[in-house]
């Protein structure tokens, strides 16, 4: 018998093994999801969400009466947010330019719907007109829970209110004034004008973001404690408590950034990860806090009681209306909201006079030339700073120290644009976007002029003072304004203030800096300057 005819019994039998070998695979193909049952669900999940990508294709508009991002069946807008996870800021904004009604819907994959608006009157709506639709809500509570606990800035409803009340008298109070101008004149007279002093005659360049958040956080920690963890000072270590709050706040502003939320939540119920940093870095400050509060307690009972009472911590003791973890979690929050926020926008308006030397000349010749260093810690003085007061504003327009806020909707809605609300989902007003809407502030949105912020006279200001809230909430607006806002312009304008009486800044290096948005936005990577005394370099 010759090969030829051998030829179609070696097809026929290989036929058959094929057939075999196929067979064999599809058994170990199945018997996958028989051990791994998981596996099956997540393959369908995946295909389904190529398919969609596939059919739809990636210029599909947004759904038929909603104005956003491109969005797929099933998966929504997740593909373009994923796209732009790390230029949110921007996607935002250019999206919400686009829209005719200053606002955007965000709904996709793993997250709830999102209504994000640049539109006043809906800020107003949100903030006032229905306040009681709008609170921070569960899922905020989430987020910070861990790290807030139940504190002011974390709840809602009766436990909010009874916190805010007795806060806001003594936030209202002189004395609280006068402690926080008396910290903040030790800080900087004794630790932060000095240090600027050897930096200028060393003519060495150092990160000014940093030292200005480490000067927040010891006046923070100071009229919130009556503790100084004395961060400005190099020769002491670096304060751990510094170190946990921003381990702490970083992880907490990761989990709201998160494509799908599940994700943090399934690794904080594993213990692995950022959230088991998480978890020790809160470890530690709530030890941290709980010795503080220990050691007040007995120092209240003792003889200085006078001497020891001026601080938030010691007001909350003697008040008695409040548990010790009330008490800790509610100074928490005054520490987290003060940390941060003043030393973003002054590095963020030190860098813009870099770039305007003419707004710094006006700035010095005009309003601050005059006035002596002893009399800066005067509020007559402070107060009369408009200039000044009108940079800050200007930078923190361009660069607001919170980015975005968001709340939850209680109940069905409709904001004053028309846009319709659903129970459940969130609402955030986009400050950052805001400062850069064409309609709100002319076709120069986005030149750094604090000269839009003058008026001619106090009684000029009427309604656009009123109608500025809404578009220019960076303090937010209705029952829940800072209350620390004018403590703020105080403390920002006596630190902006001596420096600029002393120093000139210019800038190490001529790379743009980039705007970090966690839960209180920064200059990534730090602002490293040299200063000169004004005599030796003009």
Same mark, same amino acid.
């Given at each position: 018998m010759d090969r030829s005819s051998l030829l179609p019994i070696y097809v026929h039998i290989s036929r058959q093994f094929s057939l075999f070998k196929k067979l064999k695979d599809m058994v170990t193909f199945f018997s996958i999801f028989t051990t791994y049952p998981f596996i099956l669900p997540f393959l369908c999940l995946t295909v389904i969400l190529y398919l969609s990508y596939v059919i739809v294709g990636q210029s599909q508009p947004g759904r038929k009466g909603v104005t956003g991002p491109p969005t797929y069946p099933m998966i929504g807008c997740l593909i373009p947010f994923y796209k732009n996870r790390y230029r949110l800021l921007d996607w935002y904004t250019h999206l919400l330019s686009k829209s005719p009604t200053k606002t955007i819907v965000i709904d996709r994959l793993g997250a709830r719907r999102t209504i994000v608006t640049a539109n006043p009157h809906n800020v107003e709506y949100m903030l006032k007109t229905n306040f009681d639709n709008f609170p921070k809500g569960k899922p905020f509570n989430e987020i910070l829970g861990d790290f807030l606990g139940n504190g002011i800035f974390n709840v809602d409803g009766e436990m909010w209110y009874k916190q805010r009340k007795m806060v806001s008298h003594e936030f209202t109070a002189r004395s609280l004034r006068d402690y926080v101008v008396n910290a903040l004149k030790e800080e900087v007279e004794n630790k932060l004008l000095p240090m600027l002093d050897l930096m200028e005659a060393e003519n060495r360049a150092f990160d000014l973001q940093d030292w200005l958040r480490r000067l927040g956080f010891d006046v923070v920690c100071k009229v919130s404690l009556g503790f100084n963890p004395c961060c400005l000072n190099d020769s002491l270590p670096f304060s751990p408590l510094l170190d946990a709050f921003e381990r702490a =706040?970083? %992880?907490? *502003? !990761? /989990?709201?950034?998160?494509?799908?939320?599940?994700? $943090?939540?399934?690794?904080?119920?594993?213990?692995?990860?950022?959230?088991?940093?998480?978890?020790?870095?809160?470890?530690?400050?709530?030890?941290?806090?709980?010795?503080?509060?220990?050691?007040?307690?007995?120092?209240?009972?003792?003889?200085?009681?006078?001497?020891?009472?001026?601080?938030?911590?010691?007001?909350?003791?003697?008040?008695?209306?409040?548990?010790?973890?009330?008490?800790?979690?509610?100074?928490? =929050?005054? %520490?987290? *909201? !003060? /940390?941060?926020?003043?030393?973003?926008?002054?590095? $963020?308006?030190?860098?813009?006079l870099t770039l305007h030397p003419e707004v710094e000349n006006e700035l010095v010749s005009k309003e601050l030339k005059f006035i002596e260093a002893e009399t800066l810690t005067k509020h007559e003085i402070l107060k009369e700073m408009k200039f000044l007061k009108a940079c800050l504003c200007e930078t923190m327009r361009l660069y607001p120290p919170v980015a975005w806020d968001s709340k939850h909707a209680i109940s069905d809605d409709i904001l004053p644009d028309g846009t319709h609300i659903k129970a459940g989902n969130r609402v955030t007003y986009f400050p950052y976007g805001m400062g850069r809407m064409e309609n709100l502030w002319g076709k120069d949105r986005l030149e750094f002029k604090p000269g839009r912020w003058m008026q001619e006279s106090e009684e000029d200001l009427g309604a656009e003072q009123v109608s500025n809230l809404y578009k220019f909430p960076v303090f937010q607006a209705g029952p829940r304004v800072c209350l620390g806002k004018e403590l703020a312009f105080i403390q920002m304008k006596y630190v902006v203030a001596s420096i600029l009486k002393r120093f000139q800044i210019r800038p190490a290096c001529s790379d743009p800096p980039v705007f970090l948005p966690l839960l209180t936005a920064h200059m990534a990577g730090g602002f490293k300057i040299f200063v000169h005394k004004p005599n030796t370099y003009r």
């Open positions: =706040s970083q %992880i907490c *502003a !990761g /989990r709201g950034a998160a494509p799908i939320f599940a994700i $943090w939540k399934v690794k904080r119920w594993l213990n692995i990860g950022s959230e088991r940093q998480l978890r020790l870095a809160i470890d530690q400050i709530h030890s941290s806090v709980a010795n503080i509060i220990h050691e007040r307690k007995i120092k209240i009972r003792g003889e200085n009681q006078q001497e020891t009472n001026k601080d938030l911590l010691s007001k909350l003791i003697l008040a008695a209306n409040f548990d010790e973890e009330e008490v800790r979690d509610m100074v928490i =929050s005054f %520490i987290m *909201a !003060g /940390r941060d926020t003043t030393s973003a926008a002054m590095t $963020w308006l030190f860098y813009l």
